[in-house]
């Protein structure tokens, strides 16, 4: 039998209006400060730009508290869908979208190498091997993001997927 694997995404795809390169966390999931772990198991981003001149966009995964301008307090909430496994309601977890860089969650944590994408239409479908997927404890409200770094004007549209542990 298949784990329960959920999902979150964008819901939309968002266009950052930042006139210089400046860090915004455009997908992050969270579970509850006392709950159950999370793993990371596979994400997907991908811009729609047009422009082939443009500047590669820096994307980074990260693990954090969201201590601070956490998931609610900035950005759109998302809802968490379960996408495989037997049916088991997505309770105490949360997901958001598109914080504006001025509130950018704090206590990160990367994980793996940074990496850049051009904003001309570049797309990544990522899924972690098995055993190499990143997660997190029990406590402390812990959870994934993902962040770019866009050098111009570009819209994109993210989803990442996980199980609990």
């Not at 980074?60 to 609610?72: D, L």
């Not at 997190?136 to 111009?152: K, V």
């Not at 570009?154 to 199980?163: C, I, K």
Request: aromatic share 10%; proline share 5%.
């Amino acid at each position: 039998m298949a784990q329960a694997l959920y999902a979150v995404d964008t819901g939309t795809t968002f266009t950052n209006s930042l006139a210089t390169p400046a860090v915004q966390t455009i997908l992050a999931f969270a579970s509850s400060a006392t709950d159950h772990g999370l793993q990371l198991k596979k994400y997907r981003i991908g811009f729609n730009g047009v422009t082939a001149s443009n500047t590669p966009v820096l994307c980074r995964i990260y693990s954090c508290t969201f201590a601070s301008n956490g998931i609610g307090s900035a950005g759109s909430s998302q809802t968490i869908k379960q996408v495989a496994g037997r049916a088991i309601a997505a309770t105490n977890m949360t997901a958001g979208s598109n914080w504006p860089a001025s509130t950018e969650p704090t206590v990160k944590t990367y994980i793996g190498e940074e990496f850049s994408l051009t904003p001309n239409g570049g797309t990544i479908l990522y899924d972690f091997p098995l055993g190499d997927e990143p997660d997190t404890f029990n406590s402390g409200g812990m959870g994934f993001g993902f962040e770019i770094t866009p050098a111009q004007v570009v819209g994109f549209s993210a989803a990442m997927f996980f199980t609990r542990i």
